[in-house]
């Protein structure tokens, strides 16, 4: 269980991580410094809010945030997503914790430092675009570069560089009111990435467009992942782009993190009623894995069945079963991880069709117990008493 | 005294038991009358007992120390203007600087002679606003050369130029600091608040206090005048830039001088160009007004024309002024909303502009080259005396019905409420008012009205006060019903309403003191003119808000209403006007106090009251009658503005 193993390991060490946050609270209101520290700091968002008037929207959070790797942050609206992506640059001032990016504590950056650190190492990209409506597509593009102070001849060079990367050819000298949705958010895209930075932050950047747009913007995403292999944090509401872009997500609900892990523990392993109600409606056989299902030979198997990769999802392991009475050998490199059987398969294909709030709660009540270590909602509700 | 206390007690008891018990007392309509009831009554009771001393008007004493007092004060300055320092090397520098900015202008514009000065306005109309626009510049160009205003016209731009000039100067670096600062904003705002509601005429007189009269003062007052809409929209329009520019700019790590000059300006630039155009139309407005404080050009011409009551030359000066003003609000109202600025390709801009300024410098130059200057008078068109031979016709056939009319309402309405106003004791018209703050708007406004209305006494200018606020009275009352009813029929008719939203929006442009030119055609001179001119001044606003009010009512609300067997006269007092509520309620509140600034306007062509003190004051050099008549103008108006704006909040 090679995923559990990298999950679990607490990064200690500054060089492998790109950003890690510590015990991150943000409480809006004129009292928010006086709670974190008392025994109201337990309390449940409403009490607070009653008793002081303060919204509590980042609740003790942490994470990392590895290198290379696209860190999904999924959750409601006020779930405090968009927040907990603002303090990682400041745009919000957290009430109290840690962000440091490369080892350098944000926090502790003075205004210049600030500026320097979002001049050079992280962008953004928002729901809304936020481009300038005044400026040329080239000119938004170069603004980045523009503030920093870059000669008009190199910081053009880069922009073009950077639209052409897009795809935006040609609409250089347009105005961002000319453009679509899509073309904008690209143009959001291209802005962020002309900055060279380390790190790229996405705050739901592509909620307002339409579905179809949307699929291709995802894929644009991924491509640039792959070519320039930044390291990226993603604020969704959507699972499946969530399960699509995310190397890890983390499931964020009143702000607290809920559950951090693969894709695959997300949907297999739901942390709480909470998580597993929310994945109830994704097909597990298209996001587990045959490495999820791995497992030894029984005595007396048959050993001889068709061979794939511990990458392949169920729903590509299906036909091969279907096939022939063997279970599938999984096998990495030269290595024979395990079997993955019909049986394997159809159970997780029941959980799918399970249906009702009793079941779920059943079934995750069976697999709480499996997490020891994962962060679990004491405080929330279950979910088992809304009667479907 | 029992007659007083009793009544007004029960006033007081019935708006604070309001709510859940009592009758027809709950109605404000109702308090309000309770009061007019208890006031007639106090003066009926004081007058039959021989008007004894304690029940008379407010006591002259302090107000006469107070006007002695503030005569010294100008005495002093004026024997002090060229040692003291504060003057030497403060005032006097800004008011020859002033001067002499005024007086560059000027040659400036003689300078480029009649043609250069044309060809410039052509070119500039053109390019901001297209050729129809540049069309009505040469129009207004034409009127001043051919009512042989030539040089009078370009002292009116000299000076509109200059103040705005000041007005901009301060106004934009203000209107950008409440943009940025909630708290300076916060601040600033009352006193910009405060600043709109104080009729012109109050502004006069402390500028010449520390300027002396002349073009210095009026370049000031109208810039202090045009402020407020500067800065108030420059705030607006920065606090409106989009939160999601500000975070993307910030997440790139702009500092907060890049914020403001590559995101805030930019962004916000176009609206911060209609406040812009606002204060070039205030400045308007008040330059013409400054008139009476020294400032020449076309103002003057108006002002002298009406003291000679020549309809027909304050006529011609009224019409050159009411071009320039629809002229520069065309112009400068283009830039800020840039839909008609002729499509230029971007690299034509600049050649473009090379070559307009070659053809102002050439015909400049041939201009000079021909000796022309400004245009010359005798080839003027005169309309002077064409608009008095009309006059005297209009005169002949209606004017005696209007002189029956004027006689009618002086003798029937305005004397009686002066009369009342005046004669009752001082003590119970300040009980009223306050008792009328309370009634519509709550305690502190009920505090505020009593503060006003003491203030005046202890002014001094208590009967003065008296007679303007019934000229007020009066004339509000008409010119609300008037505006609810043709606001009304505006709402129902599309074509009336298609027909009369250009006029109003023309009326709106110009600037107040023309409204007394056909005001003294028709009426003569006295306070009816007076009444006449705040009509049509006010009268535009309020038709407006009334009509965009009731357009503004709900679809659903109406329809409901209809399908549920409203009949028009229901469907206009049940859903309607219940509805439109805030927009009349700022139509009251907006047509009385443009009705305060005309009023006392009036006294131009002799409304006497308040007005007359000021300008008395300034012609005989009565500063103290002067300054007490405008302190006591801003009394009358906050008064009036708080007890019209009712309460802020709803009854809980």
Redesign the interface.
Known sequence: MSTQATEAAPAAGASDVTFSVRNLWKIFGKKADTIIGTELERADRDRIKEETGCTVAVRDVSFDVRPGEIFVVMGLSGSGKSTLI?CL?R?IEPTSGSVRLDGEDIEQASDQR???????K???V?Q????????KIIDNVA??L???GMPRPERYARAQEMIDMVGLNGYEYARPGELSGGMQQRV?LA?ALA?DPQAL?FDEPFSALDPLIRRDMQNEVVRLQRELNKTAVFITHDLQEALKLGDRIAIMRDGELVQVGTPEEVVGRPANAYVADFTSDVARTTVLTARWLVRDAYPEERTDGPTTEPGTVLAEVLPMLAASTAPVRVVEGDTLLGYVGRDDVLRAIAEDQLEGADQVAAIVEETVEEIPDEAIDHGGATPTGDGG | MATVTEPTGSTAVGTATSGRTGGWLRSSAAQALLVFVVLVAGYWVTRLMGEPSWAGGFPTGPGDRFMAWLDQVYAWIVANRNDSPLFLYFFNYISVGLGSAVVLINQALDFLTWAGVTALGLFTAWRVAGWRVALLVLATFAVFALTGLWTESMTTLALIITSVFIALLFGLPLGILAGRSEMFYRGLRPVLDFMQIMPAFAYLLPFVLLFGIGNPAAAVVTAVYALPPVVRITALAIREV?Q??I?????????PW?MLT??QL??A?RTILLGVNQTIMLAVSMVVIASVIGAGGLGDAIYQALAKVNVGQAFQAGLAIVMLAIAMDRVTGAVGHGTRTPNIPERYRMPLSAAGLAVIILVTAIGRLFGLGAWPRDLSIDIATPVNIAYEWVQSVIGAYTAALATWTLNWILSPLDLLLSGSPWWLVVIAATALGWIFAGVRVAIVSAVSFLVIGLLGVWDNAMDTLSQVLVASLVTIALGVVIGVLMSRNDVLAAILRPVLDAMQTLPPFVYLIPAVALFGIGRIPALVAALIFALPPVIRLVNDGIRGVATGSVEAAVSQGSTKWQLLTKVELPMARGSLLLAVNQGIILVLSMVVMGALVGAGALGNDVVVGLAQNQLGLGLAAGLAIVCLGLFLDRVTQGRRAPRA
């Open positions: 603002r640059t745009l600030l500026r320097e650190l979002r001049r050079h992280m962008a953004m928002f809304h675009f936020g481009l300038l409506p005044t400026r603004y980045g523009e503030v920093r959001g802005r900055v932050l | 989009p999601g520019a975070e993307a700019t910030t997440s790139l790590g702009s500092t890049q590559k995101v930019p962004m630039k």
